[in-house]
């Protein structure tokens, strides 16, 4: 037989070594790793609810997962996780876009300053319309609102400045802005707080190329800061729960990840110290035949949760790092669930805090 480029390549390039004939726990898409995290290293995560995983993960595993923005030590942790403490590296919500990130970097330097950036409800409470779920019930006056503004700007400089990794989650690329000013809110105004108004607020759908451009920008300025920051980006399995598009979320959805696989692929080719992680891949893989989601196909199983952080912790952390345990099931991180059908066993799902939520109904 003449030999050709596929008759040397290796297992991991075919589909039936690699993926047909593995059992679903088995599939492994990571291959190699541009470097490895040790555990005095400052990990810092940001963007989507899929990514407060990793930090549950890393902690159990006795990983530095930095948190520069904490509650008061008299908080007990279920009040604290109530009030957004400890999801993130800091008490940012989910930031589900690139113009988010970029824009959040910038307010927190002092860079720029939204023109809409509070909004205040009908009993007089405080809402932040870049956090507006991290506060149950808002704030009670404008003194408290700018405090805590202040102290959590602070909280990203810190990250920023020290951490040694930071891992981002992307999401979305559907969003609502300020038409004044382009200010990308984390939820349609009217949601969560503010009033939606037509001539104020618009709907953007990113294209790739704006996601890159805003993803390049934001790793400079993080570099600009911390030379020697190295960066992991993945992308959320977890479909839309809405489309403002007027076309099927299903179609939506596929652009959306699609788009944002794009994104990563660009970066992680462009730059030494930035890495790709296929956490979407292993998740939504055809071969686990969906059996990583839960019964409304979008909520990831712990299953799917526990086999990313297996690959994660087996190609990004040191050899002598300890093999990855599942975090035992705490008061909000974790629930069972219906049962997939009446013969199933009761399965568990990895939930999180999730804004996106807000839409559903």
């Known amino acids: 037989m003449a030999s050709h480029p596929y008759s040397r390549l290796p297992d991991h390039c075919f589909w039936r070594q690699s993926i047909e004939i593995k059992a679903p726990g088995d599939v492994d898409p990571v291959v190699s790793s541009k470097f490895r995290l040790n555990q005095s290293d400052k990990i810092a995560t940001a963007g989507s609810c899929f990514a407060q995983n990793i930090a549950r993960y890393l902690r159990k595993n006795g990983f530095n997962y930095f948190v520069t923005e904490t509650a008061h030590p008299l908080i007990n942790s279920h009040l604290a996780e109530q009030f957004s403490y400890g999801m993130f590296s800091a008490r940012y919500g989910n930031i589900y876009t690139s113009t988010q990130l970029l824009q959040l970097l910038k307010r927190a330097y002092g860079l720029f300053t939204p023109a809409e950036d509070v909004w205040i409800r009908d009993d007089g409470r405080f809402i932040d319309p870049f956090r507006p779920r991290i506060q149950p019930d808002g704030f009670a006056s404008a003194d408290e609102y700018a405090l805590d503004r202040k102290q959590h700007f602070s909280a990203i400089r810190r990250m920023v400045e020290e951490m040694d990794v930071f891992v981002f989650t992307l999401g979305l690329t559907e969003g609502w802005v300020s038409v004044e000013d382009g200010s990308a809110f984390p939820l349609c105004p009217g949601v969560a707080g503010g009033e939606f108004d037509s001539r104020r607020h618009a709907f953007r759908n990113l294209r790739v190329a704006e996601m890159t451009a805003d993803m390049r920008e934001a790793f400079h300025f993080i570099r600009s800061r911390n030379p020697s920051v190295r960066f992991i980006v993945t992308v959320s399995p977890v479909p839309l729960v809405a489309t403002a598009e007027d076309r099927s979320v299903l179609t939506s959805t596929t652009y959306s990840k699609s788009a944002l696989r794009v994104v990563c692929e660009e970066l992680a080719a462009s730059y030494g110290d930035v890495a790709y992680f296929p ?36 190609h990004y952390t040191s050899a002598d790092a300890a093999q990855p345990s599942a975090p035992a099931p705490a008061d909000t991180s974790d629930r069972a669930v219906e049962a997939r059908d009446q013969l199933a066993a009761m399965q568990k799902v990895a939930e999180v805090l999730c804004d996106e939520e807000a839409l559903a109904r």
Do not use: C, P, Q, W
């Not at 979407?280 to 893989?285: H, L």
């Not at 071969?287 to 990831?300: E, M, N, Q, T």
């Open 279 to 314: 956490a979407y891949e292993v998740i939504t893989g055809n071969y686990s035949r969906s059996s990583y989601f839960a019964k409304d196909l979008r909520s990831v199983t712990e299953e799917g949760v526990a086999h990313v952080m297996r690959l994660f912790m087996n």
